[in-house]
T-cell receptor, first 119, second 111 residues
């Protein structure tokens, strides 16, 4: 039973194309995220959704559009792909959002990643 | 601005010895810290966490120490095993669930 799954695992495409990456979690979590790991291996958040509502949009170009049809799914659609979009994209989920002031934190569980290569 | 820093990109230790991975942070608002472990071609896996109200948290072979005055935390693995070879990320959350990650330290445990 895969807790957080992503498809596809590998994606090779040409510049200018539009592509989507799908993410599903079967943990019953309320919050889902997209992270990007660039060539320097930095992991940076792109988006977070809580109960299908956008919470974080981390200055990502509007060519990237997340869509959450329900709490268990958060898909990432990328328009007009550019060379610099080549990276590994990770989906994650957590039971809750950070609750400030208490130290409580919804531990985030990550999917296996989607390796995107734009040629 | 790198709010979470892991200054050692790699670390090599002998099996059975202690591995110490270090992490520094600059944001005083962080009140919770996590360590993730990542194998090649897999997503990060949660390992251990610590709240800022504690200075130590232990889970089996893994212990995390927090020094708030120095804005420094460390992960100790004792004894180290070859299966511990992976990239370890230190992370701290901001409001809204935004995890700020360090650059990672690649640990190699040699038999």
């Amino acid at each position: 039973d895969t807790a957080v799954s992503q498809t596809p695992k590998y994606l090779v495409t040409q510049m200018g194309n539009d592509k989507s990456i799908k993410c599903e979690q079967n943990l019953g979590h309320d919050t889902m995220y997209w992270y990007k790991q660039d060539s320097k291996k930095f992991l940076k958040i792109m988006f977070s959704y809580n109960n299908k509502e956008l919470i974080i949009n981390e200055t990502v170009p509007n060519r990237f559009s997340p869509k959450s049809p329900d709490k268990a799914h958060l898909n990432l659609h990328i328009n007009s792909l550019e060379l610099g979009d080549s990276a590994v994209y990770f989906c994650a989920s957590s039971q809750t959002l950070l609750i400030s002031g208490t130290g409580d934190f919804g531990t985030q569980y990550f999917g296996p990643g989607t390796r995107l290569l734009v040629l | 601005d790198q709010q979470v820093k892991q200054n050692s990109p790699s670390l090599s230790v002998q099996e059975g010895r202690i591995s110490i991975l270090n992490c520094d942070y600059t944001n005083s608002m962080f009140d919770y810290f996590l360590w993730y472990k990542k194998y090649p071609a897999e997503g990060p896996t949660f390992l251990i966490s610590i709240s800022s109200i504690k200075d130590k948290n232990e889970d089996g072979r893994f212990t995390v120490f927090l020094n708030k005055s120095a804005k420094h935390l460390s992960l100790h693995i004792v004894p180290s095993q070859p299966g511990d070879s992976a990239v370890y990320f230190c992370a701290a959350p901001l409001r809204g669930g935004k995890l700020i990650f360090g650059q990672g330290t690649e640990l190699s445990v040699k038999p």
